[in-house]
C-alpha cells in the first residue's frame, strides 16, 4: 500500500463510527433516535403503493435525478424558486453535499460541540478540519466564540438550531448580529431538523435568513415532523449557485423515487401531519414538567427530543433504563437524550427514570 493510501486510510479508521440509537426486545421502547412514533398517513403509504406498480417510475427504474415536482412543491412552500432548493437522501447527504461542495484539504469547518454527532464524521471525511466550539455552560451555542475561531480557512459554519442533543435554540436577533461579523465567503448552514417542534418566537428562521444573506442556506428534513425518517429525504434551501453546487457533488439516484412521492403527498397533507406535531409539542411539555417534578435537570427543549444533564452518573442511569427495556441516548459523563414518543412509551420512559432517580439524587446543574 503506498504511504499517502495507508495514510487516508489511518483517518477513515480514527473516525467515530456514527452511533445509531438502540432498542432490543418485543416490549422495548426506543426513545434513542427523535424518530415520529406516528407511522405514515394512510395518504402517503397508498401514494408509495402506487409507486410500486406504476410502469414508469417502478422500482425497475432509476428515479429522477431533479426531483422537479417535489423542488417545486418545497419552492412554493417556502416562497423560493425550485432553483433555490437541492434535495439529498435525507438532510445529512444535503449537510455532505454542503461539506463536499465547500470545503477540502486545509479548510476548517465551525459547528457548536455538542451537537449533532454527523457534523465532524462528514468534514474529516471531505478532508477538511473539524472546529469543534464547546457550548455554553447553559448548553446554547457559544456565537462570540464561534465568530472568534473563524480564520481565513474558515468555509462552513454549521449552526443547529434546535441543538441536537440539547434543544436549545438560536434567536432571530443574534444570528443576525453573528452573520455580521461572518467573511461574505464563508457559507453559513443553518440546520433545522427540528423547526417544526420549536414554539421559541424569536427563534430564528433558517429560511428567512436565505433571503437576506446568500451565504446562508438552511436545511431541513422529511424524517422527524413528517416521520419519513426511513425513506431518507432532505433539502436544502439557499442561493441558486450554492444549491447548483450541491446537485454537482451529489451521488446520482441517491433520492429513490418512492421517497420523492411520499415527500411531495406529505406536504399535500401537512395540515393532518400538523396536528402529530402538536400532540409531540404537548407531550414533550407534560415529560418535562413530570420529569423536572421527579427531580431531573431538564432544560427548555424546542424538540422532538429533552436532555437531561446526568452528568458522571449517566450510565448507572442508563443501565436502569435498560432494564427496563427503555432506550434512550447517552454520552456518558454528559447526559442523556430521550426523544418525545407515543404518550404510553412517554409513561414507560417517566415510569423507568422515576426508578432511576431514587438510586441516587441528582444534583441540580
Ligand atoms: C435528524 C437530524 C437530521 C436529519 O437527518 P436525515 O434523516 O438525514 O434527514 C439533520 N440534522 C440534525 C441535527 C438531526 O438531528
Known amino acids: 500500500m503506498s504511504d499517502r493510501l495507508s495514510e487516508r486510510r489511518d483517518v477513515v479508521r480514527s473516525l467515530p463510527a456514527y452511533k445509531q440509537g438502540a432498542a432490543e426486545g418485543a416490549d422495548a421502547v426506543k426513545l434513542s433516535s427523535n424518530e415520529n412514533p406516528y407511522p ?93 466550539v464547546p457550548l455554553t455552560a447553559d448548553l446554547h451555542h457559544d456565537l462570540d466564540a464561534m465568530a472568534a475561531a473563524i480564520t481565513d480557512r474558515t468555509r462552513l459554519i454549521l449552526l443547529c438550531t434546535p441543538n441536537n442533543p440539547t434543544g436549545t435554540t438560536l434567536g432571530a436577533e443574534e444570528v443576525e448580529r453573528f452573520l455580521a461579523r461572518v467573511p461574505e465567503n464563508v457559507v453559513v448552514a443553518i440546520d433545522e431538523a427540528y423547526v417544526h417542534f420549536n414554539r421559541d418566537p424569536h427563534a430564528v428562521s433558517g429560511v428567512e435568513m436565505v433571503a437576506r444573506h446568500p451565504n446562508v442556506i438552511a436545511l431541513q428534513t422529511f424524517s422527524k415532523a413528517y416521520g419519513l425518517a426511513g425513506l431518507r429525504i432532505g433539502f436544502g434551501i439557499g442561493s441558486v449557485d450554492l444549491c447548483d453546487d450541491l446537485r454537482r457533488v451529489a451521488v446520482p439516484f441517491a433520492v429513490s423515487g418512492v421517497a420523492q412521492r411520499a415527500a411531495l403527498a406529505s406536504l399535500e397533507h401537512e395540515d393532518e401531519l400538523t396536528e402529530r406535531v402538536e400532540r409531540i409539542v404537548a407531550e414533550r411539555g407534560r415529560v418535562t414538567e413530570e420529569l423536572r417534578g421527579q427531580g431531573w435537570s431538564v432544560g427548555d427543549s424546542q ?63
Open 40 to 132: 405514515p398517513l394512510p395518504s402517503v403509504v397508498s401514494e408509495i403503493a402506487a409507486q410500486m406498480s406504476d410502469p414508469l417510475s417502478g422500482f425497475n427504474r432509476y428515479p429522477s435525478m431533479g426531483a422537479e415536482p417535489l423542488r417545486a412543491a418545497i419552492a412554493a412552500r417556502h416562497g423560493v424558486t425550485p432553483e433555490q432548493v437541492a434535495v439529498g437522501a435525507g438532510s445529512v447527504e444535503v449537510a455532505s453535499q454542503l461539506i463536499h461542495a465547500v470545503a477540502g484539504a486545509g479548510d476548517e469547518v465551525i459547528f457548536a460541540w455538542r451537537s449533532f454527532e454527523a457534523y465532524p464524521i462528514l468534514t474529516v471525511v471531505s478532508g477538511a478540519t473539524p472546529v469543534p
Open 303 to 365: 424538540a422532538n427530543f429533552v436532555w437531561l444533564a446526568t452528568g458522571d452518573d449517566t450510565a448507572r442511569i442508563d443501565g436502569v433504563l435498560r432494564e427496563e427495556h427503555v432506550f434512550a441516548r447517552c454520552w456518558q459523563g454528559e447526559g442523556i437524550r430521550l426523544s418525545i414518543g407515543s404518550p404510553a412509551e412517554n409513561d414507560r420512559g417517566l415510569a423507568a427514570l422515576a426508578k432511576a432517580v431514587k438510586g441516587a439524587p441528582v444534583p441540580a446543574v
